[in-house]
């Protein structure tokens, strides 16, 4: 049955039996890639330990333990449809080792009788400096004090949301920290997060640090924090992944993740390239902003030395908001985007690492194409942006500027 589970399911996953992801509202989830429209919980209701054993996540370890498709799982079975990773895959890779301590000990009603935070992903606020075109109020907090001021937000909306509103939050983070082997931070910006350097802190403090590996989704725009260098306390643990986010370079990057000043990124990115500790990668969010110049994005960071033959990348294919989808774009601007890319696959496939994630991003890109039922949806969010932050589309992506013209 193990080797069923591991190797050979369509929808197993050990997440269920490590792991919650809590994002800034504090909505609970079974992981960070699962359908966030209905959260399983939330924290200001309940407590880490209850939500691990409520009724949604015993029936979700139920169905996959009977090889049924789960709801809140459908971005990885639509995800494999167009690529052989998966953040369920991942799960498997990095804790399958966890499954004869864990799984066989599943009770009949799907329920743990201990929860064992192995993998770490808790969003404490929305703090953020940036506000990605590609993101929104609820990961980003200047995305929120942009929305307030423009967009009429529901009543009870806060630009600063806060998961840990009663401080017993971190609490529970701090008592599974023995538990924990994978640490995971994004944001918000988890390198300007109060919370991310007190579990540091901790971490290094009791001395798990040394089992311990840390896993970053950062924006690259800071290494130093109040009285901290993240740097310093980075060289205590057993290892640390930084991918920095990045969608693309120069006055697109700027465009794309607003606040972004290139320059700064370029050299915090040169910083950390070859820190022996640190594992450098980055993470990339396809989108039809930057898939026709995806390849010249690609070719900048390798003449750079910035995107080297071994260095890990992965390219997450927006889904959501569908207007800024990669699958949203008129079919000769597609056309143009699939030959570069194409060209690029020729001229590095032999050499470097990142090809598969690039042919992924092209499989996915020509799966479906909705500029006609999305593309109106795309020229009035993208018109009515430009004028609140005073920016140019068109002077940014001249090679996109027809899809202003419908």
């Keep these: 049955m193990k080797d069923e589970h591991l190797t050979k399911s369509k929808t197993f996953c050990m997440f269920p039996w490590l792991h919650l992801n809590v994002t800034p509202k504090g909505n609970i989830y079974p992981c960070c890639s699962s359908d966030y429209v209905e959260p399983f919980a939330n924290t200001k209701d309940t407590t880490l330990e209850q939500a691990f054993n409520n009724d949604k996540m015993r029936q979700l370890r139920l169905d996959m333990l009977a090889g049924r498709e789960n709801e809140a799982c459908t971005f990885c079975y639509k995800h494999e449809l167009s690529s052989p990773y998966s953040f369920r895959k991942y799960s498997i890779e990095k804790f399958a080792h966890k499954y004869d301590e864990l799984v066989p000990y599943t009770n009949a009603d799907g329920s743990l009788d201990k929860f064992t935070m ?7 606020s929305n703090i953020c400096n940036f506000k990605c075109r590609t993101c929104g109020s609820e990961f980003s907090s200047k995305w929120a004090q942009e929305h307030k001021e423009h967009d009429a937000p529901p009543p009870g909306f806060r630009v600063i949301q806060h998961a840990d509103a009663s401080g017993s939050l971190l609490d529970q983070v701090i008592e599974q920290i023995p538990n924990i082997e994978l640490a995971y931070f994004a944001g918000g910006e988890p390198l300007i997060t109060d919370e991310h350097y007190v579990i540091l802190e901790e971490m290094i403090a009791n001395g798990s640090c040394k089992d311990i590996t840390l896993r970053y989704n950062t924006n690259m725009s800071n290494f130093k924090y109040k009285k901290y260098d993240v740097l310093d306390m980075w060289s205590n643990f057993k290892a640390v992944e930084v991918s920095s986010s990045l969608d693309h370079y120069g006055a697109k990057a700027e465009y794309i993740r607003h606040g972004t000043d290139w ?39 390798i003449d750079n030395d910035l995107l080297r033959k071994h260095d890990y990348i992965s390219i997450y294919h927006l889904l959501n908001p569908s207007f800024y989808s990669a699958q949203n774009l008129p079919q000769h601007l597609k056309d143009k985007g699939n030959t570069r890319l194409q060209n690029l696959i020729d001229q590095i496939k032999d050499e470097y690492w990142c090809v598969q994630h690039i042919q992924n991003a092209m499989q996915f890109a020509n799966s479906a194409n909705i500029w006609n039922d999305h593309g109106e949806e795309f020229i009035h969010n993208t018109v009515r942006r430009d004028k609140i932050r005073n920016e140019d589309f068109t002077a940014v992506f001249p090679e996109l500027s027809s899809m202003l013209n419908g």
Excluded: G, H, W
């Excluded at 192995?118 to 404490?124: G, H, K, L, M, S």
């Design 118 to 124: 192995a993998y770490y992903d808790v969003r404490f």
């Design 263 to 301: 320059k700064t990124v370029e050299n915090n990115l040169r910083k950390i390239r070859d820190v022996e500790y640190i594992d450098y990668q980055f993470n990339c969010v396809l989108s039809n902003l930057n898939y026709v110049t995806l390849a010249d994005f690609f070719e900048y960071m």
